[in-house]
């Protein structure tokens, strides 16, 4: 079974501060990588995604890839209170188009 | 853009019933649905693909004839939970990947209840 593996949590960062999510996957074949944030008894929304090894801004947001380690994190810079969310890192899986594994989520608490 | 819906967003029923829902691409076509469903505390999983104009297909360990799909347009999939039983109970998400995109948007959830 191919794993996507983040911490659970909870992390509790300072508003204003920067938090920084890890996630490692197992299928060297996954080539897109995404970013999903989910709000308590919502669904998940995207945030962003990542095709290559490197750095993406978006915003707050930066998201970084590295194939070779098999690693991809989000960082949320001057976070704010409505970032405390379930932060769902997701990665395609190699057996099939378009179909996305997902990890267990990392909760953040941004605290005044 | 990007706009994915579900119908119903809350359903209760009785054991034994069956429960159908909706999933719809409002701005965009689909070719390609997947139907993930949620319990608490835990991540998504996927439970099946649902492909326009042909069968759906089933993750390992999720029976067909218990959640039937039906793809009847470019913009629409729908899940069916047949004799529903309370271990049913969970929050079923759809989401959609706009025709030759990988990236998926997500409905915004049916939390169904079986008592």
Known sequence: ???????????????GAIASLNCTYSDR???????????????PELIMSIYSNGDKEDGRFT????????YVSLLIRDS??????????????????????FGAGTQVVVTP | ????????????????????????????????????????????????????GSKATYEQGVEKDKFLINHAS???????VTSAHPEDSSFYIC?????GEETQYFGPGTRLLVL
Request: a positive charge; proline letters at 6%.
């Open chain 1, 80 to 101: 704010q209170p409505s970032d405390s969310a379930t932060y769902l890192c997701a990665v395609t899986r190699g057996d099939s188009w378009g179909k996305l594994q």
């Open chain 2, 74 to 80: 470019l913009t629409l999939s729908t899940l069916t």
């Open chain 1, 1 to 15: 079974q191919k794993e996507v593996e983040q911490n659970s949590g909870p992390l509790s960062v300072p508003e």
């Open chain 1, 63 to 70: 998201a970084q890839l590295n194939k070779a380690s098999q």
């Open chain 2, 1 to 52: 853009g990007a706009v994915v819906s579900q119908h119903p967003s809350r359903v209760i029923c009785k054991s034994g019933t069956s429960v159908k829902i909706e999933c719809r691409s409002l701005d965009f076509q689909a070719t390609t649905m997947f139907w993930y469903r949620q319990f608490p505390k835990q991540s998504l999983m996927l439970m099946a693909t649902s492909n326009e």
């Open chain 2, 95 to 99: 989401s959609a990947p706009p025709t």
């Open chain 1, 29 to 43: 074949v996954s080539q897109s990588f995404f970013w999903y944030r989910q709000y308590s008894g919502k669904s």
